[in-house]
């Protein structure tokens, strides 16, 4: 079996055997390399603070990016009205648990065999102030072609949308998925749907304005007291749930 192979279904088995597997589906892995230009670019698209691969691995050689896709009972669960579904606020808590496990328990198989890795938390790794992260999940994602960018500013992959990502930074060079992805989002590829910005409580998604990524986040802590049982569970999910890419 190849390494890619290897790593693909090491992420496979431990979301198809995890405690919670009744809220996820077959992940998604992709490969792309750590000196892919793109990754220098996004100092400019994201922020200056944005880390290049190396950065976090000096010997960075190739990024894994995995995408962990809800369950059809986890998606349907928060489609109706503004409040979110218990479901989806457990997902995202135990989605962050797995996806934070997956990537230690990869770091130490691939140490085994004298590959160096490193990994970045799901998520709560964003500065306060401006709201973004000095690493973006999905822009490795789509450096990796696991989909493009919808009007909800997920990325809609063959798996579709509702799901969350992990990355993991490897020492080993592992040839990149240089195949397109497909275009799904309807707006981008002819002005319809828009079904994204229409859901969303806060009028936060405009197609032709920036995400207002402030309004978003004081809805999604208001729906962070509602589950604060859970720990930090700020979450919303409208423009992904309406998505009609959600689940594919
Ligand atoms: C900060 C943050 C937020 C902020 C700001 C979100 C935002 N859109 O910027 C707040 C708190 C508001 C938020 C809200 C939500 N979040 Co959030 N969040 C993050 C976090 C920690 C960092 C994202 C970041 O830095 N954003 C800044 C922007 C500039 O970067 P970006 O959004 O990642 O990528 C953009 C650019 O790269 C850009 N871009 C433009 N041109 C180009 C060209 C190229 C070549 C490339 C590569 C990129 C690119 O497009 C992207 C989208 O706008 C990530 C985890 C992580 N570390 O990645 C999760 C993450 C983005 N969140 C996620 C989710 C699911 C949510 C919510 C649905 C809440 C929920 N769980 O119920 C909402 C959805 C909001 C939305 N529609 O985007 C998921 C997205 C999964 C997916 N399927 O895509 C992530 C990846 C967490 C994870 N581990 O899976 N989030």
């Known amino acids: 079996m190849s390494l890619k192979e290897e790593i693909r279904s ?31 670019d996004l100092k400019d698209i994201v922020s200056p603070d944005h880390l290049h691969p190396k950065d976090i691995l000096p010997k960075a050689q190739t990024v894994v990016s995995f995408f962990v896709p809800f369950s059809e009972t986890v998606v349907d669960s928060n489609k109706k009205g503004p409040a979110v579904s218990y479901r989806w606020a457990e997902s995202y808590v135990e989605a962050n648990k797995l996806i934070n496990q997956i990537s230690a328990d990869l770091v130490d198989y691939l140490k085994k065999k004298n590959i160096d890795a490193a990994t970045i938390k799901a998520t709560h790794n964003f500065d306060e102030k401006t ?19 919808g009007l909800n500013r997920m990325i809609i992959t063959r798996a579709g949308c509702a799901g969350r990502f992990g990355t993991v930074i490897i020492s080993a060079n592992i040839p990149a ?4 992805s497909t275009e799904f989002c309807l707006y981008h590829k002819n002005g319809s749907c828009l079904k994204c910005m229409k859901s969303c409580p806060q009028n ?17 802590l208001k729906n962070a007291d509602e589950f604060s049982h859970m720990g930090l569970c700020d979450v919303c999910g409208k423009c992904v749930v309406s998505c009609p890419f959600a689940l594919l």
């Open 131 to 149: 709201l973004k992260s000095a690493w973006s999940h999905r822009s490795g994602a789509y450096i990796a072609n696991m989909g493009k960018f």
């Open 204 to 220: 936060a998604l405009h197609p032709d304005k920036e995400f207002d990524r402030f309004k978003c986040y004081d809805l999604l």
């Open 177 to 180: 998925d240089n195949e397109e």
């Open 10 to 40: 090491f992420i496979e088995r431990m979301v198809l055997e995890s405690e919670r597997k009744d809220l996820f589906r077959k992940p998604l892995v992709g490969f792309s390399s750590a000196d892919n230009s793109l990754y220098t």
